[in-house]
Every structure is written in structure tokens, then in C-alpha cells.
């Protein structure tokens, strides 16, 4: 199936920013609540931390931190010692980012500021992660993201569950009814939430649209890698490869770099 970059409201920056926390807070329950139960995950990103001798994660549009709650808990537990994340996004949902700030003893913290990744600030330092987020660019742009990693000697880790696939795709018409079903436990509970998700469905409409393009924009583990290899700058080691998410019909695909002298 040909890759097609079409549009996603998430994506645009006149989508009214209180639709888009209502999809990315979504996200963030679903994350929480059934966890990531992917152990290459956790494995890889703790691999990344012991490579480059770091204890922090940068993580790169990040909506509303996804699953790296649950995957932060888990780095902790098996290194014994902190892991510490930093939040950043373009659209920053900072609601999300205080309540989860306010509540780690330390190991969250966040950028107010719109942090663009395909030109992230030097002085974020740790190993980057995309969550779910890669398929947003078009190939020149996912590229200036992992160029942007390597000129900064930067490891970067990038995780996708989208894939282009029909089996994918067929699922999608059951996303309206899962938003409908667990909204009542997505904290916190506002009116807002309540009437653009039940009263007037944006909010199910958008995440069923949003995720029905996702598909159609993922890349494939044979684009990843090859995209990474076309980089130029430091010498890199890149990996790529597709695991099944533990439980669940689903696989997530990923894309893992880091410096050559770190291996």
C-alpha cells in the first residue's frame, strides 16, 4: 500500500487547542490505563539510557506523555536509580504536563515553549523519544528529525503502532465507540469534554479520522531504516524493526539510533 501524507486535524495549527487536549488526554488514559505491554520497548529505551550514560529522556511530541508513565515507572524499577522525563511538544498540552509534573516527586518536567522537532534546542539533553508522532512528517521532515539528533550527538528512539496495512484499517470504524466508551474515566471531566464528544461527536469523529490517515501515513520498517542510512553528518548505528504489542492483535514498529562510539 502506497503511503499517502494526508491531512490530520491534530496536525493543524487553527484546530482549537481545548479539541486537541480532549484527543491527546484520550490517548493518555489508554496508554495509563492498559499500559504499552511491549518489554522491546522498555528494553531498547533502557539499552539507549546505559549507551549514552544519561538517566533522562527528551520526548518529542509528546500530547499528553502517552506511555512513557508506565515506561518510565518500569526504567526505574529495573535500573534501580531515577529516570527522569522531559515533555515537550509544538502544541503543548501544559494542563496535561502540570498535573503529571505536580504528582512525579521530580521525574516529569516540561516545556512551555513550542519545541519544533526537526530543530530541537541543544540544551535538551538525554535520549530522544517519538511516541506514536513520527508519521506526522513527511519524509523530508522525519528526516531533519533524526539529522537534528545526530548533528547534537543525540540517541533517538522512535515508536510507531500505525501501520499501513488493511487489516489496520478495518479496525478503525470501531474507534467512535471505544472514545465513547472510556471517556466517562478520562480525567479530569469538564463540560467541554463532555459536550464535543457526545452532544456534537467532534471529538470521536477527529480521533477516528486522525487515526484511519495514521495508517495510511506510517512508515515501514524497511522506509525507517532506509531513511535513517540516508542521514549524513556522525557516524551512526541504526536499528529497525517491528515487535507485537503482548496481549493484543497489534504491532508496533521502531527506529533506535545512537553515536558509534557509544556501542
Partial sequence: MKRRHLFEWEDQPWFPHAWRNYMTDLLQFTFTKFAWRAPKTKELLGELLD???????????????????????KLEE????????ILTDKFPNLAAFRALAANSGGRFRFREDSIDATAVP????????????????????ARAILRSAVEQGRAIAVFEAAERDWKALLLMPLIPLIVWVVTPAVRPVTLGRVFWTYLIP??????????VVSCLRSYTVKELREMAENVEGKRYIWKAGKERVMGTPGVFTYLIGFPSKSA
Avoid: K, Y
Avoid at 64 to 71: Q, Y
Avoid at 127 to 136: D, G, M, P, Q, V
Avoid at 206 to 211: I, N
Fill in 78 to 85: 529495573e535500573r534501580g536509580r531515577p529516570v527522569q522525563v
Fill in 202 to 211: 467532534v471529538v470521536p469523529l477527529a480521533v477516528w479520522w486522525d487515526g
Fill in 51 to 73: 549507551r549514552m550514560g544519561t538517566d533522562t529522556i527528551v520526548d518529542l511530541c509528546s500530547g499528553s506523555s502517552g506511555p512513557l508513565v508506565w515506561l518510565r515507572a
Fill in 122 to 141: 541543544a540544551d535538551l539533553a538525554g535520549i530522544r523519544t517519538l511516541f506514536l508522532a513520527f508519521h506526522h512528517f513527511r519524509p523530508e521532515q
